[in-house]
């Protein structure tokens, strides 16, 4: 996740070891085993298995007990505020397929304590645009998905079309024709979400049935204005 220092944070969210497929935990009964200890600045993960000790470094651990709204709170809102401030933020979910970044990102669909980073980012955003009454707000969004190796508009009237992408020296690297929507409640926003979700590429793998088959963007675009001393 990029702040206005240019710094990056590395976050590693364990997924709880039980699954119906069970194709995806990390437990004894397997040969492996992950033990965390927490030093003072960084948490050190080590994943031992029957032939290779693996050390890895992270700025926060969120453990099988952690809550969406847990994971926000530590992932997203710095990022939010940096946005918010004028510096571009970006928050990308790494892992394998099953591994739960979907669930992260976007949420399950049963249970509203289940929303994901993008529903609270835009849930956040809106309260903050309404803590501040003195400057106006226009939010933006698009959404795309990078599928063997071509980029789709899933918020086109045509999901399946390819789209170029391009570059110009103002706004440096962009989609040509990518939709973009102005949204305006909560409400607009989960229907332009649920839109996009349907017309994502999925098929079955050997590890998950409903794999997404494709990486996502989901963009966020805010434009702000106050008003000047001549009134403008």
Partial sequence: ?????????IFLRVRPTK????????SDEDGCKVD??????????????????????????????????????????????????GFN?????????????????????EHYVDR??????????????AENPDRTYTMHISYLEIYNEEIRDLLGKDPKHKLDLKENIDSGVYVKDL?????????????VMQAGKKNRST?????NQTSSRSHSIFTI????AETGEDGE
């Fill in 19 to 26: 699954k119906p497929s069970g194709y995806f935990k990390f």
């Fill in 36 to 85: 965390f200890n927490v030093p003072l600045e960084q948490i050190h993960g080590h994943v031992n298995n029957t032939r290779q000790n693996f050390k890895f470094k992270f700025n926060g651990l969120l453990d099988m007990k952690a809550t969406q709204e847990e994971v926000f709170d530590t992932v997203a809102k710095p990022s939010i505020q940096n946005a918010l401030n």
């Fill in 179 to 191: 939709t973009s929507f102005v949204v305006k409640s909560v409400g607009e926003i989960d229907q």
């Fill in 116 to 129: 994901g980073i993008i529903p609270r980012t835009l849930s956040h955003c809106f309260q903050m645009f």
């Fill in 89 to 109: 933020s970006t928050i990308f979910a790494y892992g394998q397929t099953g591994s739960g970044k979907t669930f992260t990102i976007t949420g399950g669909p």
């Fill in 203 to 207: 098929g079955a793998t050997l590890m």
């Fill in 1 to 9: 996740m990029a702040s206005k220092d240019r710094g990056v944070r």
């Fill in 221 to 224: 675009t805010v434009e702000t």
